[in-house]
């Protein structure tokens, strides 16, 4: 539901509410007074642990299972296309798309600061370090009001706030990039870590016309990349901890596109595109067990998104996000009746520069990102000051508790205000969960109880963005886009080692924005549904072997306009399986991942047609395009080895060797037409790539 709004007073209030119990319930009736650092130690923080209540619809990874991950050269978040309905665009892209989404639903955070974007270059590797992940939560779906902001899908990245040794360094270098991470304790009260990395790509670039069929002057400046984070967490009573954290990021590149890459002539030219962004945030943690939990954020966020291309065609934007953000969990009866609440006010100083162009969109098979007037480009540059002020309130319940039955449920809104449009949206959202059978303690073999279910339903709104309302010809009456989730999931333990889960979902897009090309404007014209299946089985033995497989079925459809036939989501995969093998022991790891997934979407061509510029007098060719078609099925397998041939007590030494591709599958990355649209040019994606690092850790 999304209603205008002339007046914000009661939005506000209702928002203050929310802040009020969670200032309140920071305090303690204990603090710690009169004593030394040696009488307090640092504490991690304190997880209230239900049986029942607490099930949310989310997959959690470990960090370990991030830093022994497959395939990924030690990238942590590569790991989460391994999750069933969830997939990379590409080899060389780690943008996700998570059940049949767009990539521009997901949101990321890592340890509530919003992370601008999570991988370098689209995929070379995530800016977040492997090397201090406590855990990553991914919420595909159907999750509770405790997120917001314009997303379907959450990635929670959460790091680490404690170690076992007073001071540890470690470095790690490849043929890609170098990096260097140090952490350590303050006194017995906290906690710090400061980790960077730079790329020397130089190299890498010198072999690629050698080994790939490139233009030699297809590079004019080498992608690079640079990324750092920090963080330092102290212990100010017992039942309140301080964290200040920074994360930052760059990348640029700039290539020459040639007659090959772009049929156009004011396209051919260089192409710069240059991307960084940097967030820091100061939090309050204040919990005390069985009773209540809270947060609260105050953070700032930058980032700028530059992009030139061809014949003086540019685009440019840059956000700021000021945010105050609380967040409230307090047991009314522990450990039956859970309240949550939490509100998120921000400001957004954004501005927007654009000569001729405007980003590029799913669904453009032409990727004709040209806006232009009477054969001239379109110029503008504006600035406005956004504010977006968003409040829920959420409540658990436990229904009915016996030992072969237990109902338990969730009900939660959001509220949401953007001044952009002028809007107010609600989003109720909900969760009934059934745990049938008594709970099995020391069992041996294979067990039918007990079996949990999960029924979700969510209401999710996504504001336009402002280059949505003010490129080409402006339309401030567009509405934001809607999304509505149902999900079912089954979760079961077979044995003590064995759990499988099944889950099938259904998603239902309405007024999603996107160009038309008549008006020149953005519009609420697509729609879509998304419906899909997916099935995960994981079995683990101690912390020597684990093993997973994952399977999901998805068909994702989109519909550009009322007036066009609906066709297959451009960045949808229908069928994906992965294969998951870990061995570790002391001084040895061992890994295998294969997985197969069904190949890419692309439009077939039916022929030509000539076309002569009426402002330029240039000739050319439009290509007139046939069914869309999907190239050969995706599959690839991946080998690890890792040996530390150095253990001494305070250091240690080994070398990682990943084998991608092995058996050297020629997999289709894109399908091009050539430079008169007369055939149609598979162009592959990676060979077989062996991947070499060293690393050294040491600890004083």
Do not use: C
């Not at 772009?262 to 309050?284: T, W």
């Amino acid at each position: 539901m999304v209603i205008p709004m002339h007046r914000t007073l009661k939005l506000i209030l209702l928002l203050l509410i929310f802040l009020l119990p969670i200032l309140s319930f920071g305090q303690t009736d204990d603090p710690i007074k009169d004593q030394s650092s040696d009488d307090v130690i640092t504490l991690p923080p304190v997880e209230v642990k239900t049986e029942r209540i607490e099930k949310k619809p989310r997959h959690t990874f470990k960090g370990h299972l991030f830093r022994n991950a497959i395939g990924t050269g030690g990238d942590p978040l590569r790991l989460l296309n391994q999750l069933p309905s969830v997939g990379v665009l590409s080899d060389f892209t780690g943008i996700l798309s998570v059940r049949g989404g767009d990539p521009e639903d997901n949101l990321y955070y890592f340890d509530r600061l919003p992370l601008g974007y999570p991988y370098h270059l689209y995929g070379i590797i995530s800016t977040v370090n492997a090397e201090v992940i406590q855990n990553v939560e991914v919420y595909p779906g159907g999750y509770g009001a405790e997120f917001g902001s314009d997303s379907q899908a959450v990635i929670d990245i959460h790091s680490r706030s404690i170690t076992d040794t007073p001071l540890r360094g470690k470095l790690n270098s490849n043929l890609v990039y170098s990096q260097a991470f140090l952490e350590g304790n303050i006194g017995k009260r906290g906690y710090w870590y400061a980790f960077g990395r730079r790329s020397y790509m130089g190299p890498l670039f010198e072999l690629l016309p050698r080994s790939v069929k490139v233009e030699d002057d297809l590079v004019t400046q080498v992608p690079s990349f640079w990324s750092y984070q920090g963080k330092a967490v102290y212990q100010l009573t017992k039942s309140h901890r301080l964290v200040v954290n920074t994360i930052a990021a760059d990348d640029s590149a700039e290539f020459r596109l040639g007659p090959d890459e772009v049929s156009d002539s004011d396209l051919l030219g260089p192409f710069k595109s240059e991307n960084p962004f940097d967030s820091q945030g100061i939090h309050l943690y204040s919990e005390k067990e069985k009773t209540y939990k809270s947060v609260v954020s105050l953070t700032r966020s930058f980032s700028r998104r530059d992009l030139q291309y061809g014949d003086g065609y540019f685009y440019g934007n840059t956000d700021s996000v000021y945010s105050l953000r609380g967040d409230l969990q307090y047991w009314v009866k522990f450990p039956k009746t859970l309240l949550e609440a939490g509100f998120d006010f921000a400001s957004l100083p954004s501005s927007l520069t654009s000569i001729g162009a405007r980003p590029l969109e799913e669904g453009d098979w032409d990727y004709d990102f040209r806006l232009k007037a009477q054969g001239e480009k379109v110029h503008t540059v504006t600035s406005k000051t956004l504010h977006r002020l968003e409040g829920y309130v959420q409540a658990t319940q436990d229904l009915v508790s016996s030992r072969y039955a237990a109902l338990y449920a969730t009900m939660g809104m959001r509220a949401n205000y953007f001044n952009l449009i002028d809007s107010f949206s609600l989003q109720p959202r909900g969760l009934l969960g059934l745990t049938l059978g008594p709970e099995q303690t020391n069992t041996v073999g294979l067990s039918l109880l007990p079996i949990d279910l999960r029924f979700m339903y969510g209401n999710y709104v996504q504001n336009p963005r402002l280059y949505q309302v003010v490129l080409g010809d402006e339309n401030p009456e567009i509405a934001p886009s809607l999304a509505r989730h149902y999900v079912v999931a089954m979760e079961k333990r077979l044995t003590p080692e064995t759990k499988i889960e099944v889950a099938g979902y259904y998603k239902n897009l309405h007024d999603m924005i996107t160009f038309n090309l008549l008006e020149e404007r953005y519009e609420n014209l697509k729609t879509g549904s998304v419906k899909g299946i997916e099935v995960s089985l994981e079995h683990q033995i101690g912390e020597a072997f684990r093993g997973w497989v994952a399977y999901s079925y998805t068909v994702s459809k989109r519909q550009d306009s009322s007036w066009e036939k609906e066709r297959d989501f451009m960045f949808g995969t229908p069928h994906v399986l992965a294969v998951n093998l870990n061995y570790t022991s002391e001084s040895l790891e061992l890994g295998a991942n294969w997985q197969y997934k069904s190949g890419i979407l692309y439009s077939t061509l039916a022929g030509r047609e000539p076309y002569t510029n009426p402002f330029t007098k240039n000739e050319t060719w439009l290509p007139i395009w046939g069914t869309q078609k999907r190239t050969a099925p995706y599959h690839r397998l991946d080998l690890r080895v890792h040996w530390y041939f150095i253990r001494l007590d305070k250091a240690k030494a080994g070398f990682s060797f990943e084998l991608w591709n092995a058996y050297n599958r020629r997999n289709i990355l894109q399908v091009r037409y050539g430079k008169h649209f007369t055939e149609e040019v598979p162009i592959a994606q990676l060979p077989i790539v062996p991947f070499f690092a060293v690393t050294g850790t040491l600890e004083f």
